[in-house]
């Protein structure tokens, strides 16, 4: 088989990162819950019946489905499959957006910090999935083995001339 591109090896690396990173901002929004509560309830009035969100749960499952769609994409597009890496280009995009939207709302500073650098390490992952060398390995995958040694040696044969 042919050797995985530093692109798609670096995206993979980055996307596990996530992974974990999410699992941290998880436990930072238990631990923060009443913290972030004042922030993103809504505010109480004297007779009014709203109760306040309990965003908690919602969280840990949004998180848990994430984390394991991803856990199942990340080895998928390592071995070539372009709609993993379409989907998992899709699921950073929705990282980096509901990191923004998070620093928007004034919560905390240790999880406003957690939401800019998952912004920053998504932005550096989209760069990596889309990369020319990523772009290239997928096309390739998808050609049985033999097929992929002689386009290799045609592109060797073409860049050494």
């Known amino acids: 088989m042919t050797k995985r591109p530093a692109a798609v090896e ?14 941290v901002v998880c436990v930072l929004v ?14 109480q009035d004297g007779d ?3 109760q306040p969100v309990e965003f908690v749960p ?11 769609l991803a856990a199942t994409l990340i080895p998928l597009f390592r071995h070539g499959h372009n709609w993993a890496r379409h989907s998992l280009a899709a699921i950073v995009v929705g990282i980096f957006l509901v990191a923004v939207a998070t620093v928007q709302t004034a919560p905390p500073a240790m999880v406003r910090w957690s939401a800019i650098a998952a912004a920053v390490i998504s932005a550096v992952t989209l760069v990596f999935i ?13 050609y049985p083995p033999e097929e992929r040694e ?12």
Not at 33 to 43: A, C, K, N
Not at 58 to 68: F, N
Not at 130 to 142: G, N
Request: proline fraction near 3%; glycine fraction near 4%; aromatic fraction near 12%.
């Open 30 to 43: 238990v631990v923060y819950r009443d913290d972030l509560g004042t922030v993103w309830s809504p505010m």
């Open 150 to 161: 002689r386009r290799a040696r045609e592109r060797d044969s073409r860049h050494d001339s």
């Open 10 to 23: 670096l995206a993979s690396w980055l996307l596990w990162f996530l992974v974990a990173a999410g699992l």
């Open 58 to 68: 919602v969280i840990l499952v949004l998180y848990g489905v994430t984390a394991v």
């Open 48 to 50: 009014s019946t709203v």
């Open 130 to 142: 889309w990369h020319p060398q990523s772009s290239l390995y997928v096309r390739e995958a998808v």
